[in-house]
């Protein structure tokens, strides 16, 4: 089982990699997608992370607020399309 993170807040810079490298440490990550606009292919600054069920939130309390390549990342339980995302 596995739970999903919503990251904001990120640098255009961020790469799969450097967000896999970021939440390991707290539980094997799954997978991460980060979105890009559909149009243009520009990072939109946010993404998210599916990680072992149980790591969640501890990454979420440890990672919110921290700064990440010099911004402030926004980190919280992502919300299904039908909580009103």
Known sequence: ?????????????????DMTTLFSPYGEVYSVKLISAKDSSKPLGYGFVEIE?????????????KEFKGQTLQVNQ?????EGR
């Open 1 to 17: 089982m596995s739970n999903t993170i919503y990251v904001a807040n990120l640098p255009d810079s961020t790469t799969e990699d």
């Open 53 to 65: 069920e149980g790591s969640a939130v501890k990454a979420i309390h440890e990672l919110n607020g």
């Open 78 to 82: 992502a919300r299904g399309r039908s």
